[in-house]
């Protein structure tokens, strides 16, 4: 009888001390397989480190482990927390995710019986909180299927904009149809399982860049998955056989609506660039990308979106410029050295 791989479950979280230990860590204590660990990687304000700390140690019944974050920023406690890993599995959920009680047994047991991929991850069933109106968000969806930008029928993937597609709670809330198991490109970052040799094996990192605009790093998630895969040549697995729930707050991740263009912008080149910029028409797509995205936020009235989304793509131009002339100074530090030798 083959033993079941080990799973450990790492949480990122800041200044939510009631969503993570209600939501998440309650979920977990229901599981019917439990996890090997879980570590709570916090990256709070003082005040909230300690009351976090206090409900974690309360939890007798579940190995949970309290880490107070060395640095801030949702790839970065990701990265850290890597670093401490010992089980076959890693599991990083959301504070705000509920879990279904097998929904760890789920994860393991795909993982398990499809020795070749790299992750797995639940569906994921969502609670919007949305003040866009219906007939914007219509809108919205009618123009990003047109254009080939979003299309929630399809399993998810990455196109050639960089957008990322088929995403189950998207405009619509729920879920579009079942489909047991399939094979996806890339996977949401609030429930996503992976193999830790297959990450360790391809060296790969969450990108801090992302974080340029503030701690949450949008869009790291899927630029992760969808690397690994490639480095792995392996497959990631997308189940509806137990669904999650995401349940958010109405605080937002952006301290304003200017962060929120920015961040938008500045990431989404980073994953357009990272993994698009080679594909036949990938340019005009970003930009039609772009484009829909600002008009979309002006009749919302939201023109600061805008400003941001200028600042964002300024700071890829001059963070670009950056990597690329580090890039040129050490190929020439490495011509030097081969002519001195």
């Given at each position: 009888m083959v033993t079941p791989s080990t799973v450990e479950?790492?949480?990122?979280?800041?200044?939510?001390?009631?969503?993570?230990?209600?939501?998440?860590?309650?979920?977990?204590?229901?599981?019917?397989?439990?996890?090997?660990?879980?570590?709570?990687?916090?990256?709070?304000?003082?005040?909230?480190?300690?009351?976090?700390?206090?409900?974690?140690?309360?939890?007798?019944?579940?190995?949970?482990?309290?880490?107070?974050?060395?640095?801030?920023?949702?790839?970065?406690?990701?990265?850290?927390?890597?670093?401490?890993?010992?089980?076959?599995?890693?599991?990083?959920?959301?504070?705000?995710?509920?879990?279904?009680?097998?929904?760890?047994?789920?994860?393991?047991?795909?993982?398990?019986?499809?020795?070749?991929?790299?992750?797995?991850?639940?569906?994921?069933?969502?609670?919007?909180?949305?003040?866009?109106?219906?007939?914007?968000?219509?809108?919205?969806?009618?123009?990003?299927?047109?254009?080939?930008?979003?299309?929630?029928?399809?399993?998810?993937?990455?196109?050639?904009?960089?957008?990322?597609?088929?995403?189950?709670?998207?405009?619509?809330?729920?879920?579009?149809?079942?489909?047991?198991?399939?094979?996806?490109?890339?996977?949401?970052?609030?429930?996503?399982?992976?193999?830790?040799?297959?990450?360790?094996?391809?060296?790969?990192?969450?990108?801090?860049?992302?974080?340029t605009f503030g701690g949450y790093a949008l869009a790291e998630d899927s630029m992760f998955s969808a690397s690994l895969v490639r480095r792995c040549q392996s497959e990631l697995l997308w189940t509806d056989q137990s669904i999650a729930v995401h349940l958010p707050d109405r605080t937002s991740r952006f301290a304003n609506e200017s962060m929120a263009g920015a961040v938008y912008a500045f990431n989404g080149l980073c994953v357009w660039h990272e993994m698009c910029r080679t594909l036949k028409g990938g340019k005009m797509a970003l930009f039609r990308r772009f484009v829909g995205y600002a008009l979309f936020s002006l009749l919302r009235g939201s023109p600061r979106t805008v400003t941001g989304m200028i600042r964002g793509t300024l700071e890829y131009r001059r963070q670009s410029y950056m990597w690329h002339a580090g890039a040129s100074d050490n190929d020439s530090t490495c011509s030097q050295h081969e002519d001195l030798t």
């Amino acid at each position: 009888m083959v033993t079941p791989s080990t799973v450990e479950v790492v949480i990122c979280t800041r200044n939510r001390p009631q969503t993570v230990t209600k939501i998440a860590l309650g979920c977990l204590r229901l599981q019917s397989v439990r996890p090997t660990r879980v570590l709570v990687w916090d990256a709070s304000d003082p005040a909230e480190c300690e009351l976090v700390e206090s409900m974690t140690r309360q939890m007798h019944d579940l190995n949970v482990e309290y880490v107070r974050a060395p640095r801030k920023g949702s790839a970065s406690q990701r990265n850290d927390a890597i670093a401490c890993l010992t089980s076959d599995i890693v599991l990083f959920i959301d504070d705000d995710i509920a879990l279904p009680r097998d929904g760890l047994e789920v994860l393991r047991d795909l993982l398990d019986s499809h020795p070749s991929a790299s992750g797995a991850q639940l569906a994921i069933a969502a609670r919007r909180v949305s003040s866009v109106p219906p007939w914007l968000r219509r809108a919205y969806t009618l123009y990003a299927t047109a254009m080939g930008l979003e299309h929630p029928a399809r399993n998810q993937r990455i196109t050639r904009s960089g957008a990322q597609t088929g995403i189950p709670c998207a405009w619509p809330t729920g879920l579009h149809g079942h489909r047991g198991v399939c094979s996806v490109e890339w996977l949401q970052g609030g429930c996503m399982a992976y193999r830790l040799k297959h990450i360790r094996a391809a060296g790969l990192r969450f990108d801090e860049r992302l974080q340029t605009f503030g701690g949450y790093a949008l869009a790291e998630d899927s630029m992760f998955s969808a690397s690994l895969v490639r480095r792995c040549q392996s497959e990631l697995l997308w189940t509806d056989q137990s669904i999650a729930v995401h349940l958010p707050d109405r605080t937002s991740r952006f301290a304003n609506e200017s962060m929120a263009g920015a961040v938008y912008a500045f990431n989404g080149l980073c994953v357009w660039h990272e993994m698009c910029r080679t594909l036949k028409g990938g340019k005009m797509a970003l930009f039609r990308r772009f484009v829909g995205y600002a008009l979309f936020s002006l009749l919302r009235g939201s023109p600061r979106t805008v400003t941001g989304m200028i600042r964002g793509t300024l700071e890829y131009r001059r963070q670009s410029y950056m990597w690329h002339a580090g890039a040129s100074d050490n190929d020439s530090t490495c011509s030097q050295h081969e002519d001195l030798t």
